[in-house]
């Protein structure tokens, strides 16, 4: 038995954003307007406006301004030997209304100015479609994706994106963290679906439309760039009964592979059977064409991509459809917190894999894990984040022991390697990166970028595949 942690040769290390938190330029060279673009607070948890308040502060606009900056981050970047960066497409800037339009020329331009920096610094780019980008147009206009049109649009926005970029790209990924639909259908799904009654006959029905997409999207890329993958995004921190007691343990299990509903599709090719009681019990009747069926099965993805950050507990009596992601009970008394309250857990980490890998034996991708925490800049005008170090070195020690246990990891992408904008608040003070932003919460700084100490580790991680951890 060796103490290595050295990863398999081929493992990819590297970074993931999103281009609503990092690129700002929000309406610059023919970009439409987003969902992100017109939400106060993050996307995931803010109030959309109808139109926007130029007297309001919307994130998104400036972010980072890594449309202007890219060069220089991705230097950064190099600097870390990332041998892969992960950041989405920006649906609005290549279809600014998202319906029956030209692409715009200059959207795609930047895509790939962006990924040709990226290729030059040997780095490969790896592409969420959606990352929370929906352009607004398709809300007001059509209802987001409760509409089924919203197929047709988005198999066209891929089609003209693996066709741009099939020598470029070759992991994509379709939906970020979709079964985060129950829980944030604005932001999941770009759907305007309060509580009440219907709400699960709607958010399964556009859920119903995200999955024949999803299927589209594998088939076109199979047409398209028969060499690359197709992967789905899913948000999956495990789920843990709050005591011992059969009803929390079998709660536990429920409330988990309802929200592996999307993966449980997206990579076997049907409906589970479990959905079958659901739908009776909630009265829920799913409209399909009759070509659906078929699609899903012979379109599946070739890799499940994956958000860990946190663990949670279930307690019976919870309402099982409260959320499907991972912010329902926390509270687990042998795990220590985060400063923004999130469970830290890197053996969770090592579960979910076992358990993913199990289910699917399909390769995994983990595309976010990270620390979002108050730095401070100390006296000597630097960022000492240990904390940062500690959580993620515990988090990868556990993703080695899951490929020691024989899981399939194709690489890990920590999340925000550039401090941004938090999904979750909409602020610049949760932040992960190993390099920070000069920018506050009220949008003033000078954006000046400076290297963390965990930059260093990190490179240190990187160049010795793990061996120093
Ligand atoms: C995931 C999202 C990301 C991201 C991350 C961290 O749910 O895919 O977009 O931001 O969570 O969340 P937050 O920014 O709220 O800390």
Redesign the pocket.
Known sequence: MTNSRKFPNEFLWGGAI?AN?AEGGWDEDGKGVSIADVVRG?I?SGKADKVIDPNKYYASHEAIDFYHRYKEDIALFKEMGFSLFRTSINWTRIFPNGDEEEPNEAGLQFYDNLFDELIKNGMEPMVTIS??ETPLHLVDQYGGWENRKLIDFFSRYCEVIFNRYKDKVKYWMTF??VN?MHKIPFAAGACRIEEGPDKLQRVYQASHHLLVANAMAVKLGKEIMPENEVGCML?LSAFYPHTCHPDDVFGAYEFRRRSLFFSDVMLRGKYPSYTNRIFKEYNIHIVKEKYDDELLKDNTCSFLAF?Y?LTSTYKSGTPIFESTGGSMGYENPYLEVSD?GWPIDPKGLRYVCNELYDRYEKPLFVV?N?L?AKDVIAEDGKIHDNYRIEYIKKHLIQLHEAIEDGCEVLGYTY??PIDIV????GQMQ?R?GFIYVDKDDEGNGTLDRMRKDSFYWYKKIIESNGELL
């Open positions: 999103a938190q993050g995931i990352h929370y970020n963290e985060n948000s958000s950050y923004f976010e990270g979002g999340w925000g938090s999904a979750g608040t949760k992960y």
